[in-house]
């Protein structure tokens, strides 16, 4: 069953797939519908609470509460779905070794190699806000999710 995404524990596991760009308004409508027409079908297990957000019109976040089982093959179905999304619209959401950091009130997605020419020609720098896309709990994303990159995974290319 499909609850909201606050009603989760903080111990809820999450998964969090960034999009190469921004859904574009008129997408949002249609992204949810086909999110929550997987989520009632995923773990076919009506007692399982799951939820979803999506972030900044570019980060698809599915979760299961804490104890609700899942297992590799419905990680591979949920892999399978993110999949056809990308065809569906038309972007990457796998790809997680780009980096996705705020400038100013945008969020930008670039491949690590770019960001890497951004920090060295200073246009980021150890203040900037990154998104660390691989925190597993509800309580780490509403903690550490966007961070400065000092206190982050890609502090190493400062």
Known sequence: MIVPFETLSEEAKIWIYPSSRKFYPQEIDSLKENIKSFLN??????????SYCIKYDRFIVFSS???????????DEQVAFILKLQGDYEIELLDKMNVSFK??????YK????FKKLLKNKS???KTIV????VQTKY?????WEVP???SWYNRFL
């Open 41 to 50: 079908n995923w773990l076919n297990n009506t007692d399982a609470k799951l």
């Open 131 to 134: 998104f660390d896309n691989l």
């Open 140 to 144: 780490d994303f509403e903690n550490f």
């Open 103 to 108: 400038q100013g009130e945008f969020v930008q």
């Open 65 to 75: 509460e804490e104890g609700v089982i899942v297992n590799n093959q419905h990680l």
């Open 124 to 126: 980021v720098n150890d």
């Open 149 to 151: 990159i000092t206190e």
């Open 111 to 114: 491949e690590v190699k770019e």
